[in-house]
């Protein structure tokens, strides 16, 4: 299995609203990434959980909180968002070593209005 | 400041031509160089990597060249596929840092039949 999934496919939300993105792996990955990409851009990191401890924060706003409930599973927790927001959410794992090697997910499109 | 650019925003190759992507930096603390592609809303797939101590990587129709006093690498696909039309990313890693990586802006290829 080298896939990582994605829930949901698609999210619309209100600028008070709060929701969660869901990203799951089961290649026994020890890393695991949120990226947030906005159109004919590359990816931004945002969070990198490594053995399921926050590693690095890359300067997010705290209306977005990473968890890693196991090593298989990632949320992002969402409140408050702006619309500059709205962009395509990705989750990516990798090996603890082959970091650079990452298997992305189909990410969430998420527009906040 | 960008330390890795790819300066072509798109190519368009005929089908069963080869297709060459480049990718120049500007440090040279990279350890890894990697590329990624991506279909429109899709996350991207890893696609190749190179060590910064190798001149060249092969994998079936994908070759990967670095140019260590040009701080020039580039991506062959031969030959060109219909399949291969997608945006492709040049992406670095650097010594000093785990699990994060140096984005380019992305070359868009189109393989015309």
């Known amino acids: 299995d080298t896939e990582v999934t994605q829930t949901p496919k698609h999210l619309v939300m209100g600028m008070t609203n709060k929701k969660s993105l869901k990203c799951e792996q089961h290649m026994g990955h020890r890393a695991m990434y949120w990226y947030k990409q906005k159109a004919k851009k590359p990816p931004e990191l945002m969070f990198v959980?490594?053995?399921?401890?926050?590693?690095i924060n890359e300067s997010v706003p705290s209306r977005f909180s990473p968890e890693c409930p196991n090593s298989s599973l990632l949320n992002l927790h969402l409140h408050a968002l702006q619309p500059e927001d709205s962009a395509l959410y990705l989750c990516?794992?990798?090996?603890?070593?082959?970091?650079?090697?990452?298997?992305f997910g189909p990410g969430t499109r998420l527009t906040v209005t | 400041d960008q330390q890795v650019k790819q300066n072509s925003p798109s190519l368009s190759v005929q089908e069963g031509r080869i297709s060459i992507l480049n990718c120049d930096y500007t440090n040279s603390m990279f350890d890894y160089f990697l590329w990624y592609k991506k279909y429109p809303a899709e996350g991207p797939t890893f696609l190749i990597s190179?060590?910064?101590i190798k001149d060249k990587n092969e994998d079936g129709r994908f070759t990967v060249f670095l140019n260590k006093s040009a701080k020039h690498l580039s991506l062959h696909i031969v030959p060109s596929q219909p399949g291969d039309s997608a945006v492709y990313f040049c992406?670095?890693?650097?010594?000093?840092?785990?699990?994060?990586?140096?984005w380019g802006a992305g070359t868009k290829l189109i393989i015309k039949p």
């Open positions: 990516a794992s990798s090996h603890g070593t082959q970091y650079y090697e990452q298997y």
């Open positions: 959980y490594s053995y399921e401890k926050l590693s």
């Open positions: 190179i060590s910064s």
């Open positions: 992406a670095a890693s650097p010594m000093d840092s785990n699990y994060q990586l140096i």
